[in-house]
Structures are given as structure tokens and as C-alpha cells.
């Protein structure tokens, strides 16, 4: 008797040890979807140009990747052929200015659009940015933001991909479909969450509380 209840002590541990890994890989593989808009992140000498010297940001709310916040601060972005007004700046200041709009907008401002990852400003337009202090005119830093989604190295083992990779990506919305041409960013510094622009996200019907599995 004490063998078979031993036994069957061992066989309900190791079904309930299952069950946690199944439910952990499931939740996991469920990726959660922010929406970004247009925005703006300065360098400490942009800032200044546009706010004043020695100005600092004022952080508005915390965003979901850690250190990353929305500021109360906005500048108007000008283009040889229109402008966009209130352009949200987001913290903290970066050693270079780069500004991200959405492909629409590269029509309104009159430059060509350059799909690319945050930082990869190498070749692409540059454009005017106008505060309240003054305005600061940019060499390159004009970007449309590739499709990708943070996560840290822990949780790219977990789901079988690498810092780099480009992946395709699935929902199952109303609006459902896939997504190519997506890149994975893993760094401890990140949190899992695959990043779409306002256009991406309403072509699928795609909303805060979605969630996008990887195509494999």
C-alpha cells in the first residue's frame, strides 16, 4: 500500500508539472500588441534648441517598456510640403534626434518613406522640428518603424527565436491575418510586447487588448 501510494503521489506531481508548463508556454506564446503614433525622441542639444536651456522633460505617463515614458512636451513636425502639429515627444532624451511618423504622413510632409528599426537612421530624410523656444532642422532621422516586438533573451529561448530574426507574425481577430516582415529586438532591457503603428493596427482591427502568436 505504501508503494501505490507513493507511486501515485509521484504520478499526480509530475501531471500538475505538466499542466504548469503547458499553461505557462501558452500564455507566453500569446504576445501582447502595443500602438504606437507618431513621436519624437530628442537629443539634450535638440531639446534645448526647441525648449530653452538646460530644459528637462516632464514625463506625462511610463509606457510599457521599462524606462520609456510619454512627455507633456510636443513640437510641430515641417515637411517641403505640410506639417503635422502636436507631435508627442517620448523620454528620455537619446544621443541622437529621431522622429517616427506614420507612412500616410511622409505623403502630407512631402518626404519618401524609410522603413526602419529604432536607430538605424543611416541614408534617411531629414526634416524640421519646431518648439516653442525655437526650431532645429535635421540632417537624417525621418523613419517609419519596422514592424517588431521586444522581448527579453529569456523569453526569445522560450519561443524559439533570436535577437534579429524576422519573423511572421498572426492574428486571430475579426480582421485576422498575417504580418511579415517583423523583427525580433530581445535585450534584458526589454518587455514582451510586439510593436505596430496606428496604420498597421487598424488594417486587422487591431486594438491594446489584442494578441499576435508567432507564424512558424
Given amino acids: 500500500m505504501d508503494n501505490f501510494e507513493s507511486v501515485l ?3 499526480m506531481e ?8 503547458t499553461v505557462g508556454e501558452g500564455s507566453l506564446s500569446e504576445i501582447p ?9 530628442l537629443s539634450q542639444k535638440d531639446l534645448e534648441c526647441l525648449f530653452g536651456k538646460e530644459y528637462q522633460l516632464v514625463k506625462l505617463k511610463d509606457l ?3 524606462g520609456q515614458y510619454a512627455c507633456k512636451e510636443v513640437v510641430t513636425v515641417c515637411g517641403s510640403k505640410g506639417a503635422i502639429e502636436k507631435v508627442r515627444i517620448l523620454g528620455p532624451v537619446r544621443s541622437k534626434t529621431q522622429v517616427e511618423v506614420l507612412a500616410g504622413d511622409c505623403v502630407k510632409l512631402g518626404a519618401a518613406p524609410h522603413v526602419r ?28 518603424a519596422k514592424r517588431h516586438i521586444h522581448m527579453t533573451p529569456e523569453d526569445a529561448k522560450n519561443l524559439g527565436v533570436c535577437d534579429g530574426d524576422v519573423v511572421s507574425i498572426k492574428f486571430d481577430d475579426l480582421r485576422g491575418g498575417v504580418y511579415s516582415n517583423v523583427a525580433i529586438r530581445a ?5 514582451l510586447e510586439c510593436h505596430l503603428d496606428i496604420e498597421e493596427a487598424n488594417a486587422m482591427g487591431i486594438s491594446g487588448s489584442s494578441k499576435i502568436t508567432i507564424a512558424k
Wanted: aromatic share 0%; proline share 5%.
Fill in 64 to 66: 510599457s517598456q521599462p
Fill in 187 to 191: 535585450n534584458d532591457a526589454s518587455s
Fill in 33 to 41: 500588441v502595443g500602438i504606437s503614433n507618431r513621436h519624437v525622441h
Fill in 14 to 21: 509530475t501531471v500538475k508539472a505538466n499542466e504548469k508548463k
Fill in 117 to 144: 528599426l529604432s536607430g538605424d537612421l543611416s541614408r534617411t530624410p531629414g526634416i524640421t522640428l519646431v518648439g516653442p523656444k525655437g526650431s532645429v532642422q535635421i540632417e537624417e532621422g525621418l523613419v517609419v
Fill in 9 to 11: 503521489k509521484l504520478l
